[in-house]
């Protein structure tokens, strides 16, 4: 099957080399018909629209002149072919195609009027006049990015046609283009955010934005207007809907295709005499651009039997479908399936209200068991094994065309047939008995129902028995005599004996490896040897210490080491991944405490996370449990009814991965982006940044094991061509030792350092020691030695022996040699712009290396002081509510669109960051685009000032349950937020209309003494109010001048 291009890039890159390869009349008609294809395959596209019009006109122009080097047959058959009115046709055809192009439909309309104005100078008829003057009074009523020129050329267009009706033409222009400017400015923020993107060049990022620009449009299309305002049209929906299609990595997306053909459906039904296009063109060109989607190929087949396409049409779709190769290209059937479900499904409909003598029963009959045969062939060539479908769709459709055609007993032995294969599922065997209720009164025998149910109860090893035996009680109930009731009520409770012993059994076993996995957890004593935060030296025991009058204190730090003890224990002992559960078909509308009181009797609860599906229709919810033995009581509810409704309760073990190495920008949209062919994620849970901003990993739990499972084969991938992931069963007990020169020992901070050393003095001093692989001098922003550094030694005994230059003499200065020690406490996190800042550079992995730590235990008082803005006050905004899992470069990511970024400073024991760019107007840009931006579920942005960050105390939050009745008490009093969802946001002090000329002083964080000196007027700006968003928006509006 030929390979076509896709996008606008491959086209246009197809059709430039075929144009600059094109030697004679027939070569250049062939580039004009690859030029068709384009446009049919991306009709909206500019890049593509605009190329051809130039093509078009430059034939125009080389067959009319003699020195183009043309042979003169082919001119003479390029004049007819190429004529003045084919080039003006075909632009004003290109700018009607994509005026609705927001950001560039104005480069080719630009064109097109150049070319017209050009010829109206040449022959100014009163027609021709009133012809261009209804083209700009068409283009003034459309929104697009350049508006402004469009009227200042329409201006200078009556200027030199029609001076006398001036001032009431534009009058009138400014009037009807309102709506059209109106509906510009409402994007205009969206489409900033979008070229400052594109500019970036990251594909995944541009695809991002515009996925969010694309639900805030649609969402416009259906939102009702304030009054007196204009709806939002949906052909703007459908131009950008195209140019994400055409110009970014979502033309590659399925789902992107499918919500366009939905929303375009949709929108056919709310007014069907709307002009945007056929969906099935649309569902045609998206098969083309991603031809392993069954979804859309059998939303192709669906579309073409709504249009009552015939049977060869729809059959040679289905044709192209299976002929690409690429429907299994993950590896699974899913998408093959797909494919064949919708093409079943239409051979049966097909047959419905015709006489069975009708060609299509005959077509249905070849056709249905040849799909089944397909199918299971193809699965056995990817598997290389026997293959079933674990739906079983396919049969299904199957049986109900045999039930519907009056063939009940062929209809039985498919269902007998599946039973080998499919005996396992609760699913199967409702199925199996409906379908029995359905055609019990064709059958000779009335007890075929209560038989399946029967068959079913007895099968070893199935997954909901519990389901099956209330189905069988109630069914004898309702349709059975009172002997056949009895044998049911005792075949339901030996079956449910034979269930409890199995589990019992089970949950022996899992015991038993519970124990085993806990056995393989290094031993505390080994752990406090090894650990490098005992790294302090303690003094050797002397006799004194073993006296009498000393045995208190042995005998209380006996005891603190027994808490620490019990302490470390009880940490080691939590372990998530296997004392968690997961229940589903909870009430739609269930709380987080009627969840903890259903499940109170059976276990404790250390923490739950309740999630509502997105169909409204029910809850799940992760619970954790303080131990394996609670989690199996909690089983016990298995199959019990919560209100109306039956749950289902699971293990949550093998579910949860621990992921890291990831970028650093990456948030909950990535994580779902990069995981989303394994399966659905449930949840996602990030570290606390609170006091290592440098942290980088987080706990993704799906909804399936074979979802986490597939999930690691992810364990290892490049991303970025930089972080190579880790994708792991999370499991306490296999935690990492740190790596690292620090870490290991192998790395000495010198103190002390005369000014004039430099690196390879260190080197060649310390090199007698061993091999170096490192030397660092701490400079300041001038360069300057600030009399600190550190030293990589290759091994540890190097770095060992090297501390013998401790307390020795180096040039004029004692040196003081000590093992660097790892600290973990680091609650700020600053990143400058590359280039402009004394601050070290982010390392391999992307994340900002930080100086040491101070020694000293207590943080200076004012340190906000130290990250103060003084001249770049105006170019400096702060965020507020930031939550404490988000690190500097997902604050950096999101504030880049608005401008260049001299330093990013993230304090999350405020809740908040510091953002300090380049010049006013970004700022002024940045501090109206985010505030309200959400930046992670629940979590909007607030922006402020100086005072307000540093007034706000850091997000204290407890994943644990407090019980009783003191609880949320106990929680407010120990600072703990009773909603660990949405943390209430600072307030916002923005400058008042107080009494004149008394106006509120820029904060600094601090305040300061007050002084008996009158204020004056010294020309500084200290004392200026701080600027609110109508400031910074009159400062945006004037290029940033005052």
Request: proline share 4%; charged share 30%; with cysteine.
């Amino acid at each position: 099957m030929e390979q076509s291009p896709v996008g606008e890039e491959e086209w246009l890159a197809l059709v430039d080399e075929a144009s600059r390869n094109a030697r004679d009349l027939e070569q250049r008609i062939k580039v004009v018909e690859l030029y068709d294809r384009a446009i049919s395959a991306e009709p909206w596209s500019n890049p593509l629209w605009l190329a051809r019009c130039d093509w078009v006109l430059s034939l125009y122009t080389d067959c009319r002149d003699p020195d183009a080097g043309w042979p003169e047959d082919e001119r003479l058959v390029g004049q007819e072919l190429f004529s003045l009115q084919t080039a003006q046709d075909l632009w004003q055809e290109g700018a009607a195609a994509t005026q609705f192009r927001l950001n560039d439909s104005h480069e080719l309309w630009n064109r097109w009027i150049t070319i017209e104005l050009e010829l109206l100078a040449k022959s100014p008829t009163r027609e021709q006049v009133e012809r261009v003057r209804k083209i700009f009074f068409d283009r003034l009523q459309i929104p697009h990015a350049k508006w402004d020129e469009t009227s200042q050329m329409f201006s200078t267009f009556l200027t030199k046609y029609d001076e006398p009706s001036y001032e009431s033409t534009m009058v009138q222009v400014t009037q009807m283009g309102s709506t059209a400017r109106y509906l510009y400015e409402q994007r205009e923020q969206h489409e900033l955010k979008l070229q400052q993107a594109v500019t970036a060049g990251d594909k995944e990022h541009i695809a991002s934005v515009m996925k969010e620009y694309l639900e805030w449009e649609t969402f416009q299309t259906v939102t009702k207007p304030k009054k007196g305002l204009p709806q939002s049209p949906q052909i703007l929906a459908i131009a950008l809907y195209e140019r994400a299609l055409a110009s970014t990595i979502l033309g590659r997306d399925p789902g992107t295709w499918e919500d366009y053909i939905a929303f375009v459906q949709q929108s056919y039904i709310v007014n069907p005499d709307a002009q945007l296009g056929s969906p099935l063109y649309i569902v045609q060109r998206a098969t083309a651009h991603c031809p392993w989607s069954g979804s859309l190929w059998a939303r192709y087949i669906l579309l073409a039997e709504t249009q009552n396409l015939d049977f060869s049409s729809i059959e040679d779709i289905k044709h192209a479908a299976t002929s690409t190769g690429v429907l299994d290209r993950d590896g699974t059937m899913d998408e093959v399936i797909e494919v064949y479900t919708a093409w079943c499904g239409y051979l049966r409909r097909n047959t419905i209200d015709k006489p069975l003598e009708d060609e299509a029963f005959d077509v249905a009959d070849a056709g249905l068991p040849g799909s089944l045969e397909a199918v299971q062939d193809w699965g056995r060539r990817l598997h290389k094994r026997e293959y079933t479908d674990p739906s079983f769709k396919i049969e299904r459709i199957m049986i109900q065309y045999l039930t519907q055609k009056g063939s009940i007993e062929e209809a039985r032995e498919f269902w007998k047939r599946l039973v080998n294969t499919h005996q396992k599922s609760y699913v199967f065997w409702q199925q199996y008995y409906s379908w029995e209720m359905t055609v019990r009164y064709l059958n000779k025998s009335s007890n075929l129902p209560s038989m399946v149910l029967s068959r079913a109860l007895r099968t070893k090893d199935l997954d909901w028995p519990e389901a099956i035996m209330e189905l069988y009680i109630s069914h004898c109930n309702n349709y059975e005599d009172a002997h056949t009731l009895l044998g049911a009520k005792d075949l339901v409770r030996r079956q449910f004996q034979l269930v409890t012993k199995r589990r019992e059994k089970l949950a022996i076993e899992q015991a038993e490896l519970y124990a085993q996995q806990q056995q393989q957890i290094v031993s505390p004593e080994a752990t406090d040897e090894d650990s490098p935060g005992n790294s302090k030296r303690k003094r050797e025991p002397t006799s004194e210490d073993t006296t009498d009058g000393n045995t208190h204190k042995k005998i209380k730090n006996e005891q603190s080491t027994a808490d620490a003890e019990a302490l470390r224990q009880q940490h080691l002992t939590r372990d998530r991944e296997n004392t968690t559960v997961i229940v589903t078909n909870l009430p739609p509308e269930v709380t987080q405490t009627k969840v903890r009181q259903y499940f109170k009797e059976y276990g404790h609860i250390n923490s739950l996370t309740l999630k509502t599906e997105a169909d409204k229709l029910s809850s799940t919810c992760l619970i954790e449990f303080r131990s394996n033995d609670d989690v199996q009581s909690a089983f016990l509810r298995d199959g019990k009814f919560f209100g109306e409704n039956q749950i289902k309760v699971e293990s949550g073990t093998g579910l949860t991965l621990y992921v890291t190495n990831y970028p650093p920008t990456a948030d909950e949209n990535y994580m779902h982006t990069l995981f989303k062919d394994c399966g659905e994620i449930f949840s996602i849970r990030w570290p606390s940044l609170k006091f290592n901003t440098h942290r980088r990993f987080c706990y993704i739990t799906f909804r399936k094991a074979e979802a986490a499972s597939a999930a690691t084969r992810l364990d290892g991938n490049l991303l970025e061509n930089k972080f190579k992931l880790v994708a792991k069963y999370s499991d306490p007990a296999a935690k990492k030792q740190r790596e690292g020169a620090t870490a290991e020992g192998r790395e000495l901070h010198i103190t002390s350092l005369d000014s004039s050393l430099k690196e390879d003095d260190l080197k060649e001093v310390f090199g007698k020691y061993g091999k170096v692989e490192s030397v660092r001098i701490l400079r300041t922003f001038k360069g300057e030695s600030k009399g600190a550094g550190f030293i990589v030694f290759e091994k540890k005994d190097e770095a060992t022996a090297a501390l013998e230059l401790d307390k020795t003499k180096l040039k004029s200065s004692i040196l003081h040699v000590e093992l660097t020690q790892a600290r973990n406490y680091k609650p700020i996190a600053t990143s400058r712009e590359k280039g402009t800042s004394a601050s070290p550079a982010p390392d391999a992995d992307g994340d900002t290396m930080m100086s040491p730590a101070s020694t000293t235990d207590n943080p200076h008082k004012n340190q906000h002081a130290l990250h103060q803005p003084s001249e770049g006050g105006n170019r400096t905004i702060t965020l507020l509510n930031v939550p404490d899992t988000v690190n500097d470069a997902r604050i950096r990511a999101i504030a880049e669109p608005f401008g260049n970024i001299i330093k990013v400073v993230l304090r999350p024991d405020h809740q908040g960051a510091i953002i300090e760019f380049e010049d006013v107007n970004s700022a002024g840009k940045a501090s109206l685009g985010l505030e309200n931006h959400e930046i992670a579920p629940g979590r909007r942005l607030r922006t402020g000032g100086m005072k307000d960050l540093f007034a706000q105390s850091s997000e204290v939050k407890s994943d644990r349950i407090v019980v009783g009745q003191n609880g949320k008490k106990e929680k407010e009093k120990a600072g703990i937020s009773t909603s660990n969802f949405m943390q209430p946001s600072v307030p916002i002090r923005r400058p008042g209309g107080g009494r004149g000329g008394l106006g509120q002083k820029r904060g600094l964080g601090f305040s300061g003494g007050k002084k008996p000196v009158p204020a004056q007027d010294t020309g500084s700006d200290t004392n200026a109010k701080p600027k609110s968003n109508a400031d910074f928006k009159k400062m945006f509006l004037s290029g940033g001048k005052e």
